[in-house]
């Protein structure tokens, strides 16, 4: 079946600007996931949604930053008064059942968002 | 935060193993160590992950130290298609759920 998507591949925006990602999850996957990927660093994790609601949102960097999810598929991450910082791939993924019982298991990823922050 | 430590770079030979070396040394109680790996342009993938034992998939072999403190991701087999960067990733429960990644190591596989 498809895999997950996410919109826009490429978004460009201006300082102070706000900006929404979207992500489609695959089908029937109950967990969904944001990361962000800076240039030379590593994964950077976000937040969690296990179906719409979020346990954890600690891993999102600042206020300006929100997500949601809702009907337990799309999730929208959106980028209040975007600030240079914040360019980066924005990657989302999701799982099956998601984390229960502290046990991982296998995230499927999209081909991310490539935000530019000028 | 506790993280991960790799190596930055590696050579490997084509169709020979590729151990790729995870310092994990704050790792605790029921924290798993996963691995991923990210082809250019592509999104990260899931390899391996294990808790305590050493693990063995059609992808690759885990082998976690017994004081859990590192880990060796082991590619049996290496192929042009496996040059990546790869992560290795300390899964902490301590009340969130929060990925670790660190900057990975750049595989090379050579001809």
């Known amino acids: 079946g498809a895999g997950v998507s996410q919109s826009p591949s490429n978004k460009v925006t201006e300082k102070g600007k706000d900006v929404e990602l979207r992500c489609d999850p695959i089908s029937g996957h109950t967990a969904l996931y944001w990361y962000r990927q800076s240039l030379g660093q590593g994964l950077e994790f976000l937040i969690y949604?296990?179906?719409?609601?979020?346990?954890?949102k600690s891993g999102l960097p600042s206020d300006r930053f929100s997500a949601e999810r809702t009907g337990g598929s799309v999730s929208t991450l959106t980028i209040q008064r975007t600030q240079q910082e914040d360019s980066a791939v924005y990657l989302c993924?999701?799982?099956?059942?998601?984390?229960?019982?502290?046990?991982?298991?296998?995230?499927?990823f999209g081909p991310g968002t490539r935000l530019l922050v000028l | 935060d506790a993280k991960t430590t790799q190596p930055p770079s590696m050579d490997c030979a084509e169709g020979r193993a590729a151990n790729l070396p995870c310092n994990h040394s704050?790792?605790?109680?029921?924290?798993?160590v996963y691995w991923y790996r990210q082809i250019h342009s592509q999104g990260p993938q899931y390899i391996i992950h294990?808790?305590?034992n050493n693990e063995t998939n059609e992808m690759a072999s885990l082998i976690i130290t017994e004081d859990r403190k590192s880990s060796t991701l082991i590619l049996p087999h290496a192929t042009l298609r496996d040059t990546a960067v790869y992560y290795c990733?300390?899964?902490?429960?301590?009340?969130?759920?929060?990925?670790?990644f660190g900057t990975g190591t750049r595989l090379k596989v050579l001809a």
């Open positions: 704050t790792i605790s109680g029921n924290e798993y």
């Open positions: 949604f296990q179906g719409n609601s979020a346990p954890d």
């Open positions: 990733i300390a899964f902490f429960t301590s009340g969130t759920y929060k990925y670790i």
């Open positions: 294990g808790l305590k």
């Open positions: 993924a999701s799982s099956r059942r998601g984390l229960i019982a502290g046990v991982g298991e296998t995230q499927y």
